[in-house]
């Protein structure tokens, strides 16, 4: 079998679901090819994967013509599955959803896109995400869905000890945009401040992909809430480290926080705890997968600045709990997200789609 996994750009949760799952899916003798339409600073973390950045029709259908792939996985392009459609595929042409903004865009998204996934989609696929179920189901019911849960490298990425720093770590791991909500990070890094003036704020992203006018906003925010001193940001750090830096994050006494309005899966929450560095977050959806409240992190309530502090502090404070949160996530993370789990979730798609 040889499947194509497309999306716009390697970038954030859909860079790592794709190299994540190529990997696996290979190891099982299923050639695996990944497209994007455009580049990005996470091309540099595929390594062992086919991966074409194409943006002209033209090239696309040359390379879907070339490689006979006997399924298309598209997520969210909407633009590219037509084209597909018009150029005579006759493969399996599977539209994914891992997440599009808030519900609210979502909605908005999928309505316009209804008619078209209805016409040109063999199959829907989407995560185990509350919010995309229901939309899928209300507005696709005559279709084919598989939902099961992305899989994570617990193989590879993992926890691994360091020296502890001699200060707390508060991280954040997103991209500077409104969904993401990096205010309440900001507030929060402020508050707890104030307890622990030694902590530093550790921030993870890409500054390539930003929104001006958020961009400008979050700047001031910084100078208004005298962070510049204590924040340190990271831009496009290897994959293959964030390990490293989760598992200090979790053994300098810190914590991650995410602070999403909404997720569809939420990538960093789960890679955090499958590095025993406990969570504080947002209840944005696709986290309700894995995070148990008081079991595998804590939630707080957007906005409330002064619940995430107690609940923070909580984690940083009550060791019996923060050891229960921690053994807890990583064990679940093992347990459930493995990407063996993964494969056998598509072989099984398979079978349906190929009785």
């Known amino acids: 079998m040889k499947v194509l996994f497309t999306f716009f750009n390697p970038s954030g949760g859909m860079e790592t679901l794709n190299r994540v799952r190529c990997k696996a899916l290979m190891q099982h003798g299923i050639e695996c090819h990944l497209l994007y339409t455009y580049d990005g600073e996470g091309r540099k973390n595929i390594k062992g994967i086919k991966t074409f950045i194409l943006s002209n029709p033209e090239q696309i259908q040359a390379l879907i013509r070339r490689e006979h792939y006997d399924t298309i996985v598209i997520c969210s392009d909407i633009q590219l599955m037509e084209w597909m459609h018009q150029w005579g595929y006759t493969g399996h042409l599977i539209y994914e959803i891992q997440g599009l903004g808030t519900v609210e865009t979502a909605r908005e998204i999928l309505v316009d896109y209804q008619a078209r996934i209805e016409a040109y989609a063999t199959a829907l696929l989407y995560p185990r995400t509350s919010h ?9 019911p005559g279709k084919l869905h598989f939902c099961f849960d992305n899989p994570l490298d617990t193989e590879r990425f993992h926890y691994i000890p360091y020296p502890p720093k001699p200060f707390p770590i508060l991280g954040w791991i997103g991209r500077i945009e409104k969904n993401k909500n990096w205010r309440d990070f900001l507030k929060l890094g402020a508050a707890l401040k104030q307890r622990y003036p030694d902590m530093y704020l550790w921030m993870f992203g890409d500054d390539t992909l930003f929104h001006p006018q958020e961009q400008a906003a979050f700047q001031q925010m910084v100078a208004e809430l005298q962070l510049s001193e204590a924040l340190i940001q990271y831009s496009n750090v290897p994959h293959e480290i964030m390990a490293d830096y989760l598992s200090i994050i ?13 997720e569809g899966f939420g990538y960093a929450v789960a890679e955090a705890m499958l590095c025993r560095c406990p969570v504080l977050a947002t209840d944005s959806d696709g986290i309700r997968a894995f995070l148990y409240p008081g079991k595998t992190g804590l939630f ?3 906005g409330n600045i002064e619940q995430a502090l107690r609940s923070a502090l909580l984690m940083m404070e009550n060791a019996v709990l923060r050891s229960l949160i921690v053994d807890s996530a990583e064990a679940l993370m093992h347990q459930r997200f493995s990407a063996a789990h993964y494969v056998r979730h598509f072989n099984s798609m398979h079978k349906v789609l190929d009785p």
């Not at 179920?133 to 507005?139: D, H, R, T």
């Not at 979790?250 to 909404?262: E, F, K, N, Q, R």
Request: hydrophobic content about 35%.
């Open 250 to 262: 979790g053994d300098s006494g810190g914590l991650l926080c995410s602070t999403s309005i909404t």
């Open 132 to 140: 995309i179920q229901n939309m899928m189901k209300e507005l696709f």
């Open 300 to 302: 707080y309530e957007m």
